[in-house]
């Protein structure tokens, strides 16, 4: 019996970071750098980098880095805020709409929303980008990367071939609202699309309809909100989200890791009948 419960509890502490893994969202104000829970929402100010920072992109190996308003890339110490400069774009890029996302390869790209939309690569040693595709016609806001693909978004999720410059659509957002759109996009590791979702055109000194929400791919819907800024950080500029998971695996989703607890019980089970646990 005793093996029987060390069994249960080896399993439950092994699978217990893929049920509460901790999901840290990075976003910027101004030239201070914010750090929020996804699953509570508690946000607090980390610091000041000393730039005003527009978009933010983590590595695969956790680094973070960042667009300056002036066109140079950055890395920010998510501990601290202390930036430190990598090197200019060189290409003429509107940083105030672009947005930064690594593949699974460890390629970071640009995405700059003009008409057309450009797609650069861009150098983490040097900060230089280089264009690699164009897409006509098609409006396009934030990049995020997961499973091989790039996404933007917009008022629709895209997918982006930069081999062949194709853009296809793979649904129309709904529910926005008047000039609504989804920008600086990021994927957590529930799987979910998270996005700053917003209408970008503020009268005046009001308030801007502007939140952090995640999204389905596929249809577009919003599953939840998770963070509605104060009227002290409402013009959030960036979104890069980093797991604390011990094991961080971005396809499990929830449908995922049911199916992974099932096959241990079954597992389980199979050895308890057959007397070896």
């Not at 460890?106 to 983490?124: C, H, K, R």
């Not at 996404?151 to 999720?157: M, N, R």
Request: hydrophobic letters at 45%; proline letters at 6%; charged letters at 15%.
């Amino acid at each position: 019996m005793t093996r029987k419960i060390l069994f249960f509890v080896v399993v439950l502490f092994t699978l217990a970071p893929l049920l509460w893994a901790s999901h840290s969202a990075f976003t910027t104000s101004d030239s201070r750098l914010w750090q929020f829970q996804l699953e509570t929402g508690e946000y607090g100010v980390v610091g000041e980098t000393g730039y005003l920072i527009y978009c933010l992109a983590f590595s695969p190996n956790g680094e973070l880095y960042g667009l300056t308003d002036a066109g140079d890339i950055v890395t920010v110490d998510p501990a601290t805020a202390e930036a430190t400069l990598v090197g200019p774009l060189v290409e003429p890029v509107d940083p105030t709409a672009a947005d930064l996302e690594f593949d699974h390869d460890g390629v970071l790209w640009l995405l700059e929303p003009s008409y057309p939309a450009v797609l650069y690569s861009v150098d983490t040693t040097t900060g230089r980008a280089t264009a690699r595709a164009s897409f006509e016609q098609v409006f396009m806001l934030g990049l995020a990367s997961a499973r091989g693909r790039l996404i933007a978004g917009g008022w629709s999720f895209w997918e982006l071939d930069p081999d062949s410059g194709s853009a296809t659509e793979i649904t129309a957002i709904p529910n926005l609202g008047t000039n609504g759109i989804v920008a600086h996009l990021s994927f957590g590791h529930s799987g979910f699309l998270w996005g700053r979702s917003a209408a970008p055109y503020c009268p005046g000194p009001s308030p801007c309809d502007s939140a952090i929400a995640a999204f389905d791919l596929e249809s577009g819907a919003k599953l939840r909100e998770v963070f509605v800024p104060s009227a002290s950080i409402q013009f959030t500029d960036a979104l890069a989200i980093r797991s604390a998971s011990v094991f961080p695996i971005p396809a499990l989703s929830g449908s995922g890791i049911i199916a992974l607890i099932s096959l241990f019980a079954v597992a389980g089970v199979c050895l308890i009948r057959r007397g070896r646990l």
